[in-house]
C-alpha cells in the first residue's frame, strides 16, 4: 500500500521532502546565526568586520576600495540588503575610507556609527543563508538527475545536517558561496564537454563566471577543466588517427566557457568598480601588491595602466584579487594543530582537521564510496558512464587538495568547502550500487538510515555554536587544544560569554578577545586583556587562538604567553571557543607562575590600546 501510494504521489512527496529538509536547514541556521530557544546567536566574527563594508560600499558608493581580496558577488548581496534598509550610515564619513583601510571600517560602521550591529549582522547574513540553501537545491537536482530522487534525497539530509555548511553558511563570508560556484560550474562544464553546442556554452560560461565572481578560488577550475576535457578525448576517442579531432572538439568548449565567463566577470564588476577614482585605484593596487617587492613591478605596472579608465578598471581589479589570494596563499598564517605551532603552516593540517571536523557517517559513507570505485577500478568492471562520473567527481576533489596542500594556509576546515558538494556526490554513487543488489536490503536501508540519523543528532546536539563542531573523537572540553581560528574560534561566542557573565553576576572580567565583535559593547565591567600582561587574578577569558597562538609568539619575542594558565582547570568554555577562568589571588600567591623562557619586555597594562586581527 505504502508503495503504490509512494508511486502514485512521488513528485508531490520528493517536493515536500526537500522542502521539509532545506527549511530545517534554514530554520537551524537562522536561530543558530539571531538566537532562539533560551540560547543567543552568533556574534559577529573576523571575516565579516571587512566584508560588511566592502559590499555595502559596492552597492551604495560603486567603489572597490575596501577588500579586494575577494570577489563582489557575494559581499554585495549582503550589502544590497542594507543599502535597502536605507538608514545605515556607510564608511564614507570616516577616516577609514579615504584611509583605505577595511578593518576600521568594519569596526567603525558596525560599532562606532551607532548603527545597530545586531539588525546589521541579521539583514547582512540573510542572504548568505540563501545562498546556503541554492547550494542544497542545485546538490539536489544534479544528484537526482544521476541517482535518482530517493538517494538524491539522502545526499539532500546528509547536505542539511553538515556542521561546517550550517557554520559558515549564516556568515557574510565566501566559503559556502565558494562550493556553490564549483558544483554549478563544473555541471556547466560537464554539460558543455557532453552537448557540445553554442546554448551549452553560453550556460556553462554563465555558471563559471558566476563562481569566479562568488570566490577566487575558482581560478582552479581552470585546472579542472583542462584534466576533464583531456579525459573526455580519452572517452571519445576511436581510433590514434582521431586524437587531435577528438582533442580540439574539446578544446572548443572549453576555448568558449572561459571566453564567456571572464565576459560575466567584467560586466558584474564594472558597476562596483565605476565609480572608484583613479588615485584611490592606484593606491589600492600598489598597498596590495607589495611595492617593496621588485617581482611585482611588472604586474603593477600593467595594472596601473588599467586603473584611468571605468571600463578597464573592472578588469584591474578582478585581477589585483587573483593575484592577491595567489600571493596570500604563498604566503601562509600561523597556525596550530593539535600542539603544534607554526608561522607559516602545517603539512599535515587539512587531512587531519577534515579526520576530526568532518562527521564521522561522512567519513564512513566516502571512504566506502572511495574503496568501492577503486575495487572496481581494479577489477575493471566500471563501464563508461561511471568512469566517467568518477572523473567529473574526483578531478575537483583531487586537484583542490593537491593545492591546499602544497599552499600555506591553513587557517580553517573552511577552505575545504569547495569539495564537499563532490564529496556528497561519490557518496551518492556509492549509495546508488549499494543498494541496488537487492540482498539484505532492509539491513542496508537502516544501516544507511542510522548513519543519517546520528549524523543529524550529532549536529543539532551542538546548536547554535557550529563553528565549534567536532566529531565524536575529540571530546568537547578539549577542542581547544586540536584547532583553532576558524575551524574553532571565529569570534562567535561572545554573546554566550555574555550570558554566562550576566548568569554568574561578574562585576568585573578581563578578556581577550579574537573576533568581530567588541567585548565593551555587549559586556559590562571589561578590561582589555593580552597575554603579554602576564599572570593575573580575578576571571579572566580568553579566546582559543589567543591562548594557543601565544605560546608561539611569547618565547619568540620574550613577552609572557598563556602557558602558565595550562596549570589551572578552566571554570567553563563557552563554545568550545572562549576558555573562562577564575584565578584566585592567594593560589597565585603560594604558586607563583614562572615562565619557562626568560621575559624580556614589560608592559604597562594601561597604556596598551588597539584591536587585533587575525592568529
Known amino acids: 500500500m505504502l508503495i503504490n501510494f509512494w508511486q502514485k504521489n512521488k513528485k508531490i512527496l520528493q517536493f515536500l521532502a526537500v522542502f521539509g529538509l532545506l527549511s530545517v536547514m534554514f530554520l537551524i541556521t537562522f536561530f543558530a546565526s539571531r538566537g532562539g530557544f533560551g540560547y543567543s546567536g552568533d556574534s559577529g566574527i573576523v571575516d565579516e568586520i571587512a566584508h560588511i563594508p566592502a559590499g555595502y560600499s559596492y552597492v551604495k558608493y560603486h567603489d572597490y576600495r575596501l577588500n579586494p581580496e575577494h570577489p563582489p558577488l557575494a559581499k554585495a548581496l549582503a550589502g544590497l540588503s542594507l543599502v535597502l534598509k536605507k538608514n545605515i550610515i556607510g564608511p564614507a564619513g570616516d577616516w577609514s575610507w579615504d584611509g583605505i583601510n577595511q578593518w576600521e571600517a568594519g569596526w567603525y560602521m558596525l560599532y562606532e556609527s551607532g548603527n545597530d550591529p545586531a539588525a546589521m549582522l541579521f539583514w547582512a547574513r540573510l542572504p548568505m543563508m540563501f545562498i546556503m540553501i541554492l547550494l542544497g537545491i542545485a546538490l539536489y537536482l544534479w544528484s537526482k538527475k544521476i541517482f535518482g530522487g530517493a538517494v538524491a534525497l539522502i545526499v539532500l539530509a546528509l547536505f542539511v545536517f553538515y556542521p561546517d555548511v550550517i557554520a559558515h553558511g549564516k556568515f557574510v563570508t565566501t566559503d559556502v558561496a565558494a562550493a556553490l560556484g ?191 570505485a577503486a575495487g572496481k577500478a581494479i577489477k575493471k568492471s566500471l563501464d563508461s558512464r561511471d568512469k566517467w562520473l568518477l572523473w567529473v567527481m574526483f578531478t575537483p576533489i583531487v586537484l583542490y587538495w593537491a593545492i591546499t596542500l602544497k599552499g600555506s594556509l591553513n587557517i580553517g576546515i573552511r577552505h575545504l568547502m569547495p569539495t564537499i558538494p563532490f564529496v556528497l556526490l561519490l557518496i551518492g554513487w556509492f549509495l546508488t550500487k549499494f543498494l541496488s543488489d537487492p540482498k539484505y536490503l532492509k539491513v542496508k536501508i537502516a544501516a544507511i538510515s542510522l548513519l543519517v540519523l546520528f549524523m543529524a543528532g550529532s549536529t543539532i546536539s551542538y546548536f547554535p555554536s557550529y563553528v565549534g563542531y567536532f566529531n565524536e573523537l575529540v571530546p568537547r572540553d578539549k577542542r581547544y587544544q586540536y584547532l583553532v581560528d576558524s575551524s574553532l574560534d571565529w569570534g562567535q561566542d561572545l554573546l554566550r560569554l555574555r550570558d554566562f557573565v550576566e548568569d554568574k553576576k561578574i562585576d568585573k572580567i578581563k578578556i581577550d578577545y579574537f573576533g568581530g565583535s567588541v567585548p565593551s559593547h555587549y559586556i559590562k565591567g571589561v578590561q582589555d586583556w593580552h597575554a603579554e600582561y602576564g599572570p593575573t587574578s580575578g576571571w579572566l577569558a580568553i579566546s582559543a587562538t589567543y591562548y594557543q597562538s601565544s605560546k608561539l609568539v611569547g618565547p619568540e619575542e620574550g613577552k609572557w604567553s598563556y602557558q602558565w594558565l595550562d596549570n589551572y582547570k578552566p571554570e567553563t568554555i563557552i563554545g568550545g571557543s572562549i576558555l573562562v577562568f577564575n584565578i584566585k589571588e592567594e593560589d597565585l600567591k603560594k604558586n607563583p607562575p614562572k615562565s619557562p623562557y626568560p621575559i624580556t619586555k614589560n608592559y604597562n597594562v594601561n597604556s596598551i590600546t588597539g584591536r587585533k586581527v587575525g592568529l
Open 182 to 372: 564549483y558544483i554549478i560550474a563544473v555541471y556547466g562544464f560537464n554539460l558543455a564537454l557532453t552537448n557540445k553546442n553554442q546554448k551549452s556554452y553560453i550556460i556553462a560560461g554563465i555558471l563559471f563566471g558566476l563562481a569566479q565572481l562568488l570566490k577566487f578560488s575558482a581560478v582552479v577550475l581552470f585546472g579542472v577543466f583542462i584534466v576533464l576535457l583531456l579525459a573526455r578525448v580519452f572517452f571519445e576517442i576511436s581510433s590514434r588517427n582521431d586524437f587531435w579531432a577528438r582533442l580540439w572538439a574539446n578544446i572548443k568548449p572549453f576555448f568558449f566557457v572561459c571566453l564567456y565567463s571572464l565576459i560575466v566577470v567584467w560586466i558584474v564588476y564594472l558597476p562596483f568598480t565605476w565609480s572608484t577614482p583613479a588615485s584611490i585605484e592606484h593606491k589600492v593596487i600598489e598597498i596590495n601588491l607589495l611595492p617593496d617587492e621588485p617581482r611585482t613591478l611588472p604586474l603593477r605596472n600593467a595594472l596601473h595602466l588599467l586603473e584611468g579608465n571605468p571600463l578597464t578598471r573592472a578588469i584591474a581589479h578582478y585581477l589585483l584579487g587573483v593575484f592577491m589570494v595567489i600571493g596570500r596563499v604563498e604566503g601562509g598564517n600561523n597556525t596550530f594543530a593539535l600542539g603544534h605551532l607554526s608561522h607559516k603552516s602545517i603539512s599535515w593540517f587539512f587531512p587531519f582537521a577534515w579526520a576530526v571536523k568532518t562527521p564521522l557517517s561522512i567519513i564512513i559513507l566516502s571512504l566506502a564510496g572511495l574503496a568501492l
